[in-house]
């Protein structure tokens, strides 16, 4: 059981780790091990996440969510199998942690007084200059 919040938890079946080579650090050791992990985890049909955590979820990973509604990281960074899935798990439940937080909704604000009267003074001046331009012009044919 991996543990995301006092609401979400999710269970270690719904994770499917895929072991391949990195192109990481390891030296002669990268062309021989399998220690990148390639975590696929199935966000559209987990039963763990509620409906408002899912959607919020699916807008947030972005191209990580393929066409079949799984949501997939790679972690190639350590030259271990267990570091590089521990990182992979990190990662997934930042993301789901993430999405957990509900947006706060937006309150339109109004324009104070005075930015309003600072507005209209502005506008005022530009008129008076562009008025007193097209005055000077008409003289001059």
Known sequence: MIVVNDRVSLEEAELDFEFIRSSGPGGQNVNK???AVRLRFDATNSPSLPEDVRRRLLTLAGRRIGGDGFLTILA????TQDANRREAVDRLVELIAKACERPKPRRPSRPTLG???RRLESK???SETKSRRRDSNSSDD
């Open 76 to 79: 190639q960074t350590a030259r």
């Open 124 to 126: 005022r001046k530009h």
């Open 115 to 117: 930015s309003q009267k």
């Open 33 to 35: 091990v399998s220690t």
